[in-house]
Structures are given as C-alpha cells and as structure tokens.
C-alpha cells in the first residue's frame, strides 16, 4: 500500500505559478505512472499530466505549455509546475499512481484557487 499526499495548492492571482508535490509513503520507481488530476466544482475530474516510469510524460491540451510536470524515484515525489495559471485552474488537485499489479491509489488532493 502506498499513500500519497499533495501540498503546495493554495491561492493565487491570475498569471501567477504554484508548484504542486506529492510525497509517497514508498518506493515509485516502479509505478508505470504517475500523475496529477484536478476536479472542479461541479465538474467531473479530469487528467491533467503523466510522466511514466521511462519518463515519457502526457499533458492534457489545456495546461500543455503552462504545466510540467516530473517524478524523483529517489526521492519518491512527483511535482507539477504550474504557469500561467487561470481562474479556470482552480481545483483539488490529485496526486494519482498506478502499478500494474499492485493497482492503483490516490492522493486526498489539495485546493489550488486561482483569483482574477
């Protein structure tokens, strides 16, 4: 069992950036992903980045350029830079990790509120 908990969210002005990290209670080197999902109000939670064990990384259309996002198998974390950002980022924020075997977990999330 792996637990993973986010910080970083918080509140932010319109163009501003937060850096999101989510810490692993165990080893994600061989989580085959890795990857941070957002759900707001109202809305059903949706992919916002990816980054695989080879490193390959994913980005949904809408943070692409704006978001990046990147794991440290040393450290067991995963970090999602956001830039740029706007009112229509605001969310939880969701640390997710998924091994082939051992299936999947999630994260509680974390309140990004983006201000105008």
């Known amino acids: 069992q792996v637990q993973l908990k986010e910080s970083g969210g918080g509140l932010v002005q319109v163009g501003g950036s937060l850096r999101l990290s989510c810490a692993a209670s165990?080893?994600?080197?061989?989580?085959?992903?890795m990857r941070w999902y957002r759900q707001a109000p109202g809305k059903e939670r949706e992919l916002v980045a990816s980054v695989a064990r080879s490193g390959n990384t994913n980005y949904a259309d809408f943070v692409k350029g704006r978001f990046t996002i990147s794991r440290d198998n040393a450290e067991n974390t995963v970090t999602l830079q956001m830039n740029s950002l706007t009112p229509e980022d605001t969310a939880v924020y969701y640390c997710?990790?998924?091994?082939?075997?051992?299936?999947?977990?999630w994260g509680l999330g974390t309140q990004v509120t983006v201000s105008a």
């Open positions: 165990g080893s994600i080197a061989t989580m085959n992903y």
């Open positions: 997710y990790a998924f091994h082939l075997l051992r299936g999947d977990f």
